[in-house]
């Protein structure tokens, strides 16, 4: 006589082998370690902080330069004061 098998059993097994071949494929396809993780997240951040240190920055209100006064005819005074209630009064 055969042995007896339980089909339920059986189904299931080969149901979770089947999920376990498929999970070490995904594994070797697109897996990657929790170091492998960490030190591609650590290289971004230190490009992205070496990027935004070259950048150039707005000057803010309070740090622009005062620009020279430009006459009707484009014509720019170097002698122009840098307050502008001065060149009101002229």
Do not use: C, Y
């Not at 006589?1 to 089947?18: C, H, P, S, T, Y």
């Not at 929790?34 to 030190?39: A, C, G, N, P």
């Not at 070496?50 to 009707?72: F, I, L, M, Y």
């Amino acid at each position: 006589m055969g042995d007896l098998v339980n089909l339920r059993q059986a189904r299931k097994r080969k149901q979770r082998d089947e999920k376990a071949r498929k999970a070490d494929q995904n594994r070797l396809l697109h897996g990657r370690t929790r170091v492998e993780r960490t030190l591609t997240e650590h290289e971004r951040q230190n490009a992205a902080k070496q990027h935004d240190g070259h950048k150039r920055e707005k000057p803010t209100s309070g740090e622009e330069d005062q620009a020279p006064e430009v006459s009707e005819n484009n014509v720019v005074s170097i002698f122009a004061s840098d307050d502008p209630s001065d060149s009101e009064a002229k």
